[in-house]
């Protein structure tokens, strides 16, 4: 048993220089504050994108309307209002 356990160790093998250089270019790409503004910058505009594509989209709307019968009164109580502040008067 003592003969499976002890195996020959196998001689590190040194990194090649594409190795050594994909790390080094890796590492200067992850602390480019460049390229992560840039990155904001396009979840941005893709956000901007997403709410203009929204308006093409069917909505939804809600009027409630409450009537007593004492006088005659209406109350009204703008529940789409509520839900979307967009169009309120």
Known sequence: MAASLATPAQPATPPTVEDAVGGLVY??????????????????????????????????????RYTRANGGRTIQFPVGDLLNPVYAT
Do not use: I, K, M, T
């Open 27 to 64: 590492d200067a790409l992850a602390a480019n504050l460049e390229l992560d503004g840039a990155d904001a910058g396009v979840a941005q505009r893709l956000a901007a994108l997403d709410q203009a594509r929204a308006l093409y989209l069917p909505s939804l709307d809600f009027s409630a």
